[in-house]
């Protein structure tokens, strides 16, 4: 449904109601970006513009709508200054209805859509079958997604093009792309951008590199420079890296006897890669170049390193082939965020990255073999039981140099001179190999074979059996050690001393599910002993299982204060990770009123070792004897001593927020049978 308001704009734009029904749709339709119609040179209209509109949906339906409409409000709120999101979010809030008021810039726009099959803002598709299309307006072809879905694209129709170049505007997004939704049909590049591909001059690169960037009619007759050996012009570069800043293209002669003199760093956002320059080295081949520290290097002779990690991009160096090295790089401003590490000035005489393989592979060797034409020794891509995934010696030539020198099949391939080969694959090693001359440093690393691999695992395995096994021998009660996960029976010697511990467990307890430990005194017995911890679940006493639900808490507390004659048997599970919960208690403390509770600090926290019923309900319904407050007022009460805490809780007045631990155990006893 459309409602016309009757107003005109200055410029000749109408303003005009539209009103959006989605029932029985997904969604209504549209596309927006927030961009900018430049009216003049000195001029320009900011706001919300729809991009796109998807074919038979309400907003195609209608027939009033455009790409390059400006929204001015939506159901009533002005947008004109809103973020694009805001106005998203408005959309989804608005159930099946919206009223936009919108403005078209240019009146004409109306009669020249009637004759256009390409209108509302997508194209007709071509048919298939290269047969001639029908003049009815029926629109299929173009794509997008409506606001139910988040994001969408739309074409317009050439007669929309031809009225936005009479007056002299563009359409620009906030996101600074270089793109045009009134663009010729050969603008979108459909193509698969994995894998390599050759240029015309016979040289290998990426598909998704500039050089194999596709321009429209319009921007190859712009185009007048000849393309490279890699396919760069400026344009392309342009074209294929338009969010980045000042690109430059920079070639080098590279000399065979010169190190590049190039240290690279990754982006200070771990969660992004990129590769950036962290300093040239002045005696190196880049050092008459324009490449400075901070500049991102998005191509090297036409392999993309955009958006890989800054290792993978020292590798693609090393291996490229010939004397040309054509870098793309972008410069950024001394703001931007990016480079992880401050610019390198002083660069060492030598740099030696195969150190670091004697600390990893300590009975690695280095061997030198000259190369006399050939080096003797084929490498293969493999895997081994003992390193994993490498480049190992597959073959020798008999009587070779290699052979000569200690090279034996099976060893891998560590390092070709001063270029580690760890992570190399094959094509990465072999021509290292290759484009090395005279005397060939490589570091090996002799392994064992498969066989004698799988014996050691073989034995290791049996003595984990066997560990396993005396593990499930019984132990001495007396001397028995506690181990996670399994229910250990102890002795301690008592000699009618007490315990001296705190439990939680009871029927009318908040912990109804087990006997835990919350406080071991340092006077007693279990103390002494020094095997139990707190959070430990005793299970039975003397072989009488502790079943707390039905049990009442002081009988449960009565069994830990009970004197015992000489000894006492405890069945002991240590739970791990140990089995709690924990929670807040807040309340308002008066001033003058002490909080009612007896504490005993520990490693933990402070164990509640007794309260005082009606000082504050908080404490009376949540908190009980036995429960570990941890945290006081946001301070962590974590191996205080007692005069600190006491301080703490003594001198807290107003609100007190406590964060306290309590036990939450597994039931682990069987009840007793009626």
């Known amino acids: 449904m459309v409602q016309f308001l009757g107003k005109q704009g200055t410029t000749g734009e109408l303003i005009h109601m539209v009103t959006l029904d989605k029932t029985g749709k997904k969604s209504f339709g549209i596309c927006i970006v927030r961009g ?357 010696i597959s073959d020798l030539r008999e009587g070779s140099n290699a052979e000569l020198a200690g090279v034996k099949v099976g060893d891998m391939l560590l390092a070709v001179n001063q270029d580690v080969t760890l992570e190399s694959n094959y094509d990465d090693a072999t021509g290292l190999l290759k484009r090395a001359e005279g005397v060939v440093t490589m570091i090996l690393l002799t392994l064992k074979s498969e066989e004698a691999v799988k014996a050691e695992k073989a034995a290791e395995e049996k003595k984990k059996e066997e560990a396993k096994k005396e593990e499930e021998k019984p132990q001495e009660p007396a001397t028995a050690e506690i181990k996670p996960n399994k229910k250990i029976l102890i002795e301690l010697k008592v000699e009618k001393k007490p315990l001296g511990v705190i439990v939680c467990g009871g029927k009318n307890n908040h912990v109804t599910t087990g006997c835990v430990i919350t406080h071991v005194y340092p006077e007693g017995q279990v103390a002494a002993d020094k095997r139990l911890k707190i959070f430990d679940h005793i299970c039975d006493i003397n072989g009488a299982a502790i079943h707390v639900g039905s049990m009442t808490t002081l009988k449960v507390h009565q069994l830990f204060h009970t004197t015992y004659e000489k000894t006492v048997n405890l069945t002991v599970f240590r739970a791990d990770p140990p089995e709690l919960e924990k929670f807040n208690v807040d309340l308002m403390k008066k001033a003058g009123k002490e909080l009612g509770l007896s504490l005993s600090p520990n490693e933990i926290g402070c164990t509640i070792a007794d309260l005082i019923q009606g000082q504050y309900p908080e404490i009376d319904s949540k908190l009980q004897r036995g429960d570990i407050i941890t945290k006081f007022n946001g301070d962590s009460l974590e191996g205080l001593p007692f005069q600190v805490c006491y301080a703490l809780f003594k001198g807290a007045n107003g609100k007190v927020s406590m964060e306290v631990t309590r036990p939450k155990p597994t039931l682990r006893t069987e009840a007793p049978k009626a």
């Not at 906030?174 to 793109?179: A, D, E, L, N, T």
């Open 36 to 392: 900018e119609v430049k009216d003049s040179p000195n001029t320009k209209t900011t706001g919300i513009f729809i991009k796109g509109i998807v074919p038979d949906s309400p907003a195609h339906l209608c027939g009033r709508l455009k790409v390059g409409d400006r929204i001015l409000s939506l159901n009533g709120k002005d947008v004109r200054n809103s973020t694009e999101q805001a106005v998203i979010d408005l959309i989804k809030e608005a159930d099946f209805k919206i009223d936009l008021e919108i403005q078209t810039f240019d009146k004409s726009d109306e009669q020249q859509a009637k004759a256009d099959p390409r209108s509302n803002g997508y194209m007709q598709a071509k048919n298939k079958f290269n047969q001639e299309q029908t003049t009815n307006n029926n629109a299929g072809g173009g794509q997008g997604m409506g606001m139910g879905q988040g994001q969408g694209q739309g074409m317009a129709g050439m007669n929309r093009q031809q009225s936005m170049q009479k007056r002299n505007t563009t359409f620009t997004a906030s996101m600074r792309q270089k793109h045009s939704n009134y663009a010729d049909e050969d603008d979108e590049d459909t193509r698969d951008m994995t894998g390599r591909i050759r240029t015309e001059a016979g040289y290998e690169i990426d598909r998704a590199s500039a050089g194999n960037c596709k321009l429209n009619k319009q921007e190859k007759d712009r185009d007048k420079e000849q393309e490279d050996d890699f396919g760069y012009t400026m344009a392309k570069i342009n074209k294929r890296y338009n969010m980045m800043k000042d690109l430059r293209r920079i070639e080098v002669q590279r000399d065979a006897s010169k190190p590049l003199g190039l240290a690279l760093a990754g982006h200070k956002d771990r969660q992004k890669m990129a590769c950036f320059v962290a300093g040239v080295d002045p005696n190196g081949a880049l050092g008459s170049v324009e490449i400075k520290p901070g500049d991102e290097i998005v191509e090297v002779n036409g392999n993309v390193l955009k958006n890989r990690c800054h290792l993978n991009a020292s590798a693609v160096f090393k291996n490229v082939d010939g004397d040309k090295l054509v870098m793309i790089t972008s410069r950024r401003k001394p703001n931007d965020e990016g480079m992880c590490v401050k610019p390198i000035k002083k660069f060492p005489t030598a740099s030696d990255e195969t150190k670091f393989i004697f600390d990893q592979f300590p009975k690695a060797r280095t061997v030198q073999v000259r190369k006399e034409g050939f080096l003797g020794i084929m490498v293969i891509y493999g895997k081994h039981a003992e390193v994993g995934s490498g480049i190992f």
